[in-house]
C-alpha cells in the first residue's frame, strides 16, 4: 500500500521518503473559513505523538503514525507505532480511510469545549 492509495479528500502534503505530511481537505480547512491550524493532519514519522521534537542524532525507536485536528488536539484512535515505514504508510492510509468513513468519534478528543462549527462541518464531509 502507498499513499497513491489515499481516500478521496486526503492529500500528500509533504513526503521526503522519511517523514510525511498528510492533510485533509486543504480546500476546506486551509481558507477563509478554517484556520490553517484547524487543518486535519496524520503523520508519519521517527518521532512518536507524546515526545517532542528530537535533536539531531537521537535514536529512534520505529516509525509513527499521528493524527491531529489542531496543533494539540491528537486524534489518539487514529495512532499507531511500526517496526517499518512500510508499515507505517500502510496504517496511514488505513487511518485516513477510517477518518474519511465517519469512524471517529471527534468530539471526544477535546478535553475542553469542542468547536461545534469546525466538528459539524468534519462531519459533513466524512462518513
Known amino acids: 500500500m502507498s499513499f497513491e ?14 517523514r510525511a505530511v498528510l492533510v485533509f481537505r486543504p480546500d476546506v480547512f486551509e ?6 491550524a484547524h487543518l486535519p493532519t496524520l503523520y ?3 518521532r512518536s505523538p507524546d515526545v517532542p521534537m528530537r535533536r539531531g542524532g537521537a535514536a ?13 488536539v491528537h486524534v489518539r ?3 499507531s507505532s ?6 507505517a504508510v500502510e496504517a496511514a492510509v488505513a ?3 477510517r477518518f474519511a468513513r465517519g469512524e471517529v468519534a471527534f468530539d471526544d478528543v ?5 468547536p461545534e462549527a469546525y466538528l459539524a462541518r468534519l462531519a459533513e464531509l466524512t462518513g
Do not use: F, I, K, M
Not at 492509495?5 to 522519511?18: I, M, R
Not at 529512534?60 to 494539540?72: F, I, N, Y
Not at 511500526?82 to 508499515?87: F, K, Q, S, V, W
Open 82 to 87: 511500526h517496526e517499518t515505514r512500510a508499515a
Open 31 to 36: 481558507g477563509e473559513a478554517y484556520d490553517a
Open 5 to 18: 492509495d489515499l481516500p478521496e479528500g486526503w492529500a500528500v502534503w509533504h513526503d521526503d521518503g522519511g
Open 44 to 46: 508519519v514519522s521517527t
Open 95 to 97: 487511518a485516513a480511510e
Open 77 to 79: 484512535a487514529l495512532e
Open 110 to 114: 477535546y478535553a475542553t469545549q469542542p
Open 60 to 72: 529512534s525507536d520505529g516509525w509513527h503514525v499521528a493524527c491531529t485536528l489542531e496543533p494539540e
